[in-house]
Nanobody, 129 residues
């Protein structure tokens, strides 16, 4: 069982930055691929980014086209935490952001939320124009 707790959301002006954190419980955090998803009002859940650690200093990450070049996902296995650094925020980035975990032994990044087993409660990000 993995429990996920997000933090770091808030209100920011367009062009600003936020860093989301997701703290995970459990001793096998490093075995999980970690993802960030978001859901805007009236819209479906959307993949944002995900990261997998294959050992040593090797990480695999993938991003939605809408956030490439602006968002960066990272993880600290020693702290059981995954981060999402969001820069150059736009009003269309406004959503509830969810952290998700998926047990994985493959470097392949899954972008479908249906394949993630554990979810956090979400944190609101609001970008004003």
């Amino acid at each position: 069982q993995v429990q996920l707790v997000e933090s770091g959301g808030g209100l920011v002006q367009a062009g600003g930055s936020l860093r989301l954190s997701c703290a995970a419980s459990g001793r096998t955090f490093s075995s999980y691929a970690m993802g960030w998803f978001r859901q805007a009002p009236g819209k479906g859940r959307e993949f944002v980014a995900a990261i997998y650690w294959s050992g040593g200093r090797t990480y695999y990450a993938d991003y939605a086209d809408s956030v490439k070049g602006r968002f960066t996902i990272s993880r600290d296995n020693a702290k059981n935490t995954v981060y999402l650094q969001m820069n150059s925020l736009k009003p269309k980035d406004t959503a509830v952001y969810y952290c998700a975990a998926r047990y994985s032994t493959s470097y392949r990044i899954e972008t479908s939320g249906d394949l993630y087993e554990y979810w956090g409660q979400g944190t609101q990000v609001t970008v004003s124009s």
